[in-house]
């Protein structure tokens, strides 16, 4: 086994681990549990970390989530309604819930 990633959150990791599960790459997250030692134990130790079962697809899944990474929008788009910023995937504004253009 061999470790690809290390995610901030367990969504974060569960989200990853999901898109690996999609391209036959089989993984396991570890440190799922471990949130609520922060504090006891080092920040880094208590992270999620994903690992891959088959050291040959540790290069396939590096590959794959840089790739989801880089696909994340990271724009931001104005609500020509009310003026507020919304992150770039948002579909309607979050202050007044009109629809933001494309």
């Known amino acids: 086994m061999k470790r690809v990633h290390i995610a901030p959150t367990l969504l974060d990791a569960q989200l990853a681990v999901d898109a690996l599960s999609s391209l036959g790459i089989v993984t396991h997250i ?7 030692a922060l504090g006891e134990v080092p920040f880094m130790q208590a992270q999620p970390e994903i690992w891959v079962e088959d050291d040959t697809q540790a290069a396939r899944a590096c590959e794959a989530l840089s790739g989801l990474h880089n696909a ?11 003026g507020e910023r919304n992150p770039g995937n948002f579909l309607s504004c979050w202050q007044c819930g009109r629809a933001l253009p494309d």
């Open 30 to 36: 570890f440190n799922a549990n471990a949130a609520g």
């Open 72 to 82: 994340l929008p990271r724009d931001e788009k104005n609500c020509p309604y009310c």
